[in-house]
């Protein structure tokens, strides 16, 4: 069976959701295109967008900890800097590549969670820092995709008996065709589509952000304790380095080194 991409998602603000993409340009060395480029901070959080420095994930708002942000939709234009966010029964257009833009997505955010005055969210972007959870291990992981295996997901929900969706876990890539959780076993091994080289540099262990249902906004899976109860460990797909740029696409065909 071949090994082939089935989805490419790309997070532009850490903690959100993501947008699919039907191909993308992977450059040497750098990570997924326009991938948590953006993060909505809390207050006090210390990050300095003049001085970038990685930051834990809980200085900023996120599933783990917000599980209600799964239900609002974001879109961004890149080229435009247009970010739209939409909630069931509200849609905002912001340019965030404004100072201005960025504040009022931030007050919206804030309407949105009903936090207090007390606690304004504010959206930073420091290009090229990535707000991406691994980012405190090192500028190399800041800038490494995340690979999710679909038959490892597939795998995961027999076990347990309850449907999984793969989006529970933020992938940027999503692969079919690999032996479940052999993946976790590639450290160190390399993977190409077309031109692109990635090299496989880490597993990936998951946090209470996976327990959060999409569709719903709750929390109805334990997700963490249910991996390490059927496998002895908590992790779920991989991240890899991009090693030769290249361009990916749906449906493109996966070889292992």
């Known amino acids: 069976m071949a090994i082939k991409i089935e989805a490419l998602t790309r997070f532009p603000i850490k903690g959100l959701s993501g947008q699919l993409l039907d191909s993308v340009t992977l450059a040497t060395g750098q990570g997924f295109p326009s ?4 993060g909505f901070a809390r207050p006090n959080s210390g990050f300095d967008p003049a001085n970038p420095k ?18 609002l939709d974001t879109e961004y234009d890149e080229d435009t800097g247009i970010l739209v966010l939409t909630a069931a029964d509200i849609s905002a257009c912001f340019d965030i590549s404004t100072d201005a833009g960025k504040q009022e997505a931030s007050q919206f955010l804030k309407a949105y969670l009903a936090l207090p005055d007390e606690e304004s969210p504010q959206l930073f972007e420091a290009s090229p820092h990535r707000f991406t959870d691994v980012s405190v291990d090192s500028v190399e992981m800041m800038n490494a995709v995340s690979i999710i295996n679909q038959d490892s997901v597939e795998a995961f929900e027999k076990a347990i008996g309850q449907a999984v969706d793969p989006r529970r876990f933020r992938g940027n890539v999503q692969l079919s065709g690999l032996s479940p959780f052999s993946e976790l076993d590639m450290v160190g091994q390399e ?9 496989i540099v880490r597993r990936t262990r998951r946090c209470p952000a996976t327990e959060v249902n999409l569709e719903t906004g709750e929390r109805d899976m334990k997700t963490p304790r249910l991996l390490r109860e059927h496998y002895s460990h908590m992790d779920m797909g991989v991240y ?5 740029g290249g361009v990916l696409s749906v449906g493109s065909v996966v070889e292992l080194a």
């Open 35 to 38: 991938d948590r480029k953006f």
């Open 240 to 244: 890899a380095e991009v090693v030769q």
């Open 191 to 199: 993977i190409t589509v077309g031109s692109a080289r990635l090299k």
């Open 54 to 71: 990685p930051l834990p994930k809980g200085k900023f708002y996120m599933l783990a900890r917000d599980a209600s942000l799964a239900l």
